[in-house]
């Protein structure tokens, strides 16, 4: 990672030249693109945006242990 990089900007570059490569497979054979993670990341961020939250907020999530 470059010293003034953050995660996503690194991340994005690797998105964009993989766009229709697999990134994820399910155990019941989903499989989500690279594109397919980066438009729901994308969804997550702006409902956060839209619950007005600012940077330096603490958000906790909840999911099932796998």
């Known amino acids: 990672m470059t010293q003034n990089a953050n995660l996503h900007g690194e991340l994005y ?14 155990t019941a054979g989903e499989r989500y693109t690279y594109a397919d993670v980066e438009r729901e990341t994308a969804r997550y961020a702006g409902f956060l945006c839209a619950q007005r939250l600012q940077r330096g907020d603490r958000v906790a999530v909840q999911v099932e242990k796998s």
């Open 13 to 26: 570059a690797s998105f964009q030249r993989n766009a229709g490569r697999v990134a994820i497979e399910t």
